[in-house]
């Protein structure tokens, strides 16, 4: 249940309206009818989750409102592409999720009744959603009694109806699924013999010597293998070499759109005929709003904050005006003028109150500061009032405290311009009343920095940027290449002095390939090519791409030939673990003690205390899961076959065992053990159901 309440959240979205005079905020997922029709009847498949299809049409439908949403509630800023793929996954694992368990509930009979939804919403056990949904978050008060009133408000329009019936649509889906998890979960039982067992491979040790032959003290290049024992090899490990899902390759070559460097002399001519503008200007600000690449900053840098050539020469000026530059800075030409000077301090210790006006008493706010200002000023601790009378509840708990800040400080810009200037204006300290249209500050600055130096500095630059005309020659190069590259061969030729790249295991879903950017289209091009196809020029950001398919892994088990290096290297290992096994049993004839048996190997033998069978990890030893069965597994004093392990071939010996103290709670470790894995059933099902339903994604064809 929780793993499905964190999913659902992180696909959700926020929807924002007014109940009862309060702005609540619901987190809603996708709106999906119920039932597995939506996913069918249509021309187009995105996917094919068992067998049922699911239109394109309709994932897009998804993406599209979960674009919209994420946009709402950003104050609708564009979207960055990364974001953009973010939610298209999210809109697609929904679906998927959405689909697989839908069929689970129809299989079960799982389902939450009309009746159930009203107790949800209204009756005697709220849903959390709807508590949380109708409290009101100025006062954190939950009133029961509003939910229907505020429900029938909400649907009186289409899109609140439309709001509600999706918020509805998600708690009944959480309690679906609630219901399906605590199936599971009750079905799940540990038995006195499992608990007796876990409370051994825990606290049960065991010592050992051991002696041991690395692999690495033989190498590869001495041992070799035939193309039948690399076969066998790989048909009793073929489960290794399982493709869950297809997977293509594929060479590409990138030309950079770089500025030329006629580009170059033109950012250079253009900055240094501007300089003598600058000079003459008289509004700065506008200047450089007018003719600069980056907007006019108008924040002030105190010494020792700015670059070092011109902290040197601006903090020395006696006047404003000066110009330094042209100069060359991350990327652009650059001109700095001195554009002010002052002697401020840098920092301001302060606390402040707010009264927040309601709609038609401003003046009476207004008067209600003043009133509260004389009391301080008459002797009322601040902290008293501040905590008495304060509407910010980001300072009301802490008496107003804001404390020590900067001037562009992010506790101060959170109140806006007008208060950072009141709080840094004067050179006094004491209290402040600042009068706004929603209300009121009672502001009191308690400690000031001396002052200093500060200067504001107008920056123009011009970026330094390929031309249209370079972009053309550049693509000219791009497409000659393509043409004259049509084929794996003349590709392979005519890319030997470019810098080819590789791409290796491409999934259909996947939007990164290394040096591009937003590599998208590249991946959907090889998804809709055959092996040995060369694409046309594409274009990614300020690059072009040519790129060809080199190889196709379908679902199911990967051909030989694809991994023979692979396998070959597997096979050595195998065929020394065989000769070690064999060198281990000849010299062990006739002896039974671990120091003899490492004398006759030429090496030492060595121990290792405090052994548990749960562990995976023994000191010394590294990754070694065999060894620590055999600890467990051999008798006492005698020496053990030959065991293969991760590094090297060992045999051991078992010195002791003491086992798990006696007279430990037994069913306590059982309800330990449940409670463990109920907490995972819900997760652990889900990933199993995603792993059975043989997902068909066909994404690239479309996007």
């Known amino acids: 249940m929780a793993i499905i309440g964190s999913i659902r959240k992180k696909m959700g979205w926020v929807l924002l309206f007014f109940v009862g005079g309060a702005l609540l905020a619901f987190i809603l997922g996708d709106f999906l009818n119920s039932g597995s029709s939506m996913f069918t009847g249509d021309r187009t498949t995105v996917a094919e989750v068992g067998g049922t299809k699911i239109s394109a049409n309709v994932y897009e439908r998804n993406v599209e409102e979960r674009l919209a949403s994420f946009q709402m509630n950003s104050n609708g800023e564009n979207i960055p592409s990364e974001t953009q793929d973010m939610l298209r996954d999210e809109a697609w694992e929904q679906m998927i999720r959405d ?32 508590a949380r949904a109708f409290t009101n978050p100025q006062t954190g008060e939950f009133d029961p009694s509003s939910i229907l009133s505020s429900i029938k408000r909400l649907r009186e329009t289409e899109d609140g109806n439309n709001r509600w019936a999706m918020f509805e649509d998600k708690i009944v889906k959480e309690r679906t699924f609630e219901k399906y998890a605590m199936l599971i979960q009750k079905g799940l039982y540990v038995t006195t013999a499992e608990a007796e067992r876990d409370i051994q491979s825990g606290s049960a040790k065991a010592n050992i010597s051991y002696v041991y032959k690395s692999f690495s003290s033989v190498s590869d290049s001495s041992i070799t293998v035939t193309d039948q024992e690399i076969r066998e090899y790989y048909e009793a490990h073929k489960h290794l070499y399982k493709q869950k899902e297809e997977e293509r390759s594929l060479e590409y070559v990138i030309f950079n759109v770089d500025p030329s460097a006629e580009d170059t002399l033109e950012a250079r001519n253009w900055i240094s005929e501007i300089k003598e503008k600058l000079v003459e200007s008289t509004t700065d600000s506008l200047f450089v709003n007018r003719h600069a690449d980056t907007p006019f900053d108008d924040r002030f840098y105190g010494k020792g904050s700015i670059a070092a050539n011109l902290d040197s020469i601006f903090f020395a000026a006696d006047s404003t005006g000066l110009v330094v530059g042209p100069y060359f800075e991350n990327g652009a030409y650059k001109l700095a003028k001195l554009s002010e000077k002052r002697m401020h301090s840098d920092s301001v210790k302060v606390r402040q109150f707010v009264l927040l006006a309601k709609e038609g008493d401003t003046l009476a706010t207004y008067a209600r500061a003043d009133s509260l200002m004389k009391l301080i000023q008459n002797g009322t601790p601040f902290g008293d009032v501040a905590f008495n009378n304060n509407d910010d509840p980001s300072t009301q708990a802490d008496s107003g405290n804001i404390g020590w800040v900067t ?23 004491g209290l402040i009343l600042l009068k706004t249209p929603y209300g009121a500050h009672v502001i009191d600055v308690q400690e000031r920095t001396k002052l200093v130096p500060q200067v504001r500095i107008a920056f123009v630059d011009r970026y330094l940027k ?11 190069q791009a497409n000659e290449f393509a043409g004259k590259s049509r084929t794996e061969e003349t590709f392979s030729q005519n890319s030997t002095k470019l810098n080819k790249r590789v791409a290796e295991g491409l999934r259909t879903g996947d939007r990164n390939i290394p040096g591009l950017e937003s590599a998208r289209p590249m991946v959907r091009w090889a998804y809709n090519s055959e092996v040995g196809d060369v694409s046309d020029v594409m274009a990614f950001g300020d690059k072009f791409a040519v790129a060809l398919l080199t190889e196709v892994l379908e679902e199911g088990y990967i051909p030989i030939d ?14 020394k673990v065989k000769q070690f096994q064999e060198e281990f049993k000849s010299k062990m004839a006739g002896i039974n003690d671990i120091n003899a048996l490492a004398s006759a190997m030429g090496s030492e033998a060595q121990k290792v205390e405090g052994i548990t069978f749960s562990a995976s990890f023994v000191a ?19 020496l053990s076959q030959p065991i293969k392990g991760n590094t090297g071939v060992f045999v051991i010996v078992v010195e002791s065992v003491t086992p798990a103290p ?8 059982k309800k330990s053990m449940r409670a463990t894995a109920q907490s995972r059933a819900a997760t652990d099902v889900v990933n199993a159901l995603l792993e059975k339903a043989d997902v068909q994604d066909y994404r690239a064809k479309f996007y």
Request: net charge negative; aromatic share 8%.
């Open 407 to 429: 001037e562009y400080d992010q506790r101060m810009t959170y109140y806006g311009p007008r208060f950072t200037d009141t709080c840094f204006a004067n050179t006094s300290k």
């Open 562 to 575: 694809k991994r023979k290096p692979e396998l070959e290297i597997a096979a050595k290992k195998e065929k």
């Open 466 to 476: 390929p031309s249209q005309e370079t972009y053309n020659n550049v693509y000219q």
């Open 620 to 638: 010394g030893l590294g990754m070694e899961p065999a060894v620590i069965g055999h600890a467990f597994g051999e008798k006492q004093g005698q």
């Open 99 to 130: 689909l697989i368990m839908e069929q689970q509930y129809n299989e079960t009979g799982i389902a939450v009744g009309g009746e159930e939804l009203k107790d949800m919403v209204s009756g005697q056990n709220i849903h959390p959603e709807v």
């Open 662 to 669: 006696e007279g430990q709670d037994i069913a306590t470790k």
